[in-house]
C-alpha cells in the first residue's frame, strides 16, 4: 500500500507560480512511477504529467508544456510539479498517483492516489 498526500495548492493571481508536493509512505516510492492530474468542475479527469521511477524520464499534457515542470526526490519520498505561467484554466483539484508499472497518460493504470489539493487562478 502507499499513501500519497498533496500539499502546496492555494489561490494565485493569472501569471503566477506554486509549487506542488506530493509525499509517499512508501519504503519503495523508488520503484513507482508517478503522475499528476487535474479535474476541474464539471469535467472529467486530466493527464498533467507523469515520471518514470528514476525520474529520468518526463512527459506532458500539450496544455501544460513549457509551463510546468514534474520532479521527484526518491531520497525524501516526495514528487513535485512546479507550475509557472499561470492561467485561469489550469483551476482544478490536482491530484498525485502512483504505480508500479508504466503509467503514461491514462490514469486507469494508477494504483495510489492522494486526496487531492486545489489550485485557483484568478484573472
Known amino acids: 500500500q502507499v499513501q500519497l498526500v498533496e500539499s502546496g495548492g492555494g489561490l494565485v493571481q493569472a501569471g503566477g507560480s506554486l509549487r506542488l508536493s506530493c509525499a509517499a509512505s512508501?519504503?519503495?516510492?523508488?520503484?513507482?512511477?508517478m503522475g499528476w492530474f487535474r479535474q476541474a468542475p464539471g469535467k472529467e479527469r486530466e493527464f498533467v504529467a507523469t515520471i518514470s521511477a528514476s525520474g529520468g524520464s518526463t512527459n506532458y499534457a500539450d496544455s501544460v508544456k513549457g509551463r510546468f515542470t514534474i520532479s521527484r526526490d526518491n531520497a525524501k519520498n516526495t514528487m513535485y510539479l512546479r507550475m509557472n505561467s499561470l492561467k485561469p484554466e489550469d483551476t482544478a483539484v490536482y491530484y498525485c498517483a502512483a504505480t508500479k508499472y508504466f503509467g503514461g497518460s491514462d490514469y486507469a493504470r494508477y494504483e495510489y492516489w492522494g486526496q487531492g489539493t486545489q489550485v485557483t487562478v484568478s484573472s
Open positions: 512508501a519504503r519503495t516510492f523508488s520503484t513507482y512511477a
